[in-house]
T-cell receptor, first 108, second 113 residues
């Protein structure tokens, strides 16, 4: 079973829409959780960490459900510049486990 | 700002050649990682290192080796390049404690012909 699973999409949404991505992880001993963003032909960059209490950064909200081993990312009021691949990442010890990413295209 | 640099953005090598990919970070991070990224497979860990001269195999170490002689530098070596090693190679570094986020280099797109 994969460590981290994501729906690859693609998600094509109009500007201003709200879109949600989900991710599940298989190992309950996982310690830290992140969403990374990767633009085409670029390296992944940290978007936000994910905490059990949920956290928000502007238009982005991340949630963690440890009981269900599930992570989510909500993007409100989508902008064209949000078009990218979003990677769900789980940390355990010194290792990081990446989902294959969810592709988002925001359409004018 | 954290900087992770990789020696080449694009590299073309022939089958059987020995290939060296270099990665340098300037944040005094203990942990360094080498991944390859392929369409539909995501990022897969090749090797990581949590200290100088220390290394651990990741998920796909076959055909690769690594070297970490200095804290800031982590090298990936393809002993005898093969066409199935054509890929995007990404180096990353992190602290081994909170915050755990990784910082990536720009990647090296390696083509083996």
């Amino acid at each position: 079973r994969k460590e981290v699973e994501q729906d690859p999409g693609p998600f094509n949404v109009p500007e201003g829409a709200t879109v949600a991505f989900n991710c599940t992880y298989s190992n309950s001993a996982s310690q830290s959780f992140f969403w990374y963003r990767q633009d085409c032909r670029k390296e992944p960059k940290l978007l936000m960490s994910v905490y059990s209490s949920g956290n928000e950064d502007g238009r982005f909200t991340a949630q963690l459900n440890r009981a269900s081993q599930y992570i989510s990312l909500l993007i409100r009021d989508s902008k064209l510049s949000d078009s990218a691949t979003y990677l769900c990442v789980v940390n355990r010890g010194n290792q990081f486990y990446f989902g294959t990413g969810t592709s988002l295209t925001v359409i004018p | 700002d954290v900087k992770v640099t990789q020696s080449s953005r694009y590299l073309v090598k022939r089958t059987g050649e020995k290939v060296f990919l270099e990665c340098v970070q300037d944040m005094d991070h203990e942990n360094m990682f080498w991944y390859r990224q392929d369409p539909g497979l995501g990022l897969r860990l090749i090797y990581f290192s949590y200290d100088v001269k220390m290394k651990e195999k990741g998920d796909i170490p076959e055909g690769y080796s690594v070297s970490r002689e200095k804290k800031e530098r982590f090298s990936l070596i393809l002993e005898s390049a093969s066409t199935n090693q054509t890929s995007m190679y990404l180096c990353a570094s992190s602290f081994p404690r909170n915050p755990y986020e990784q910082y990536f280099g720009p990647g090296t797109r390696l083509t083996v012909t």
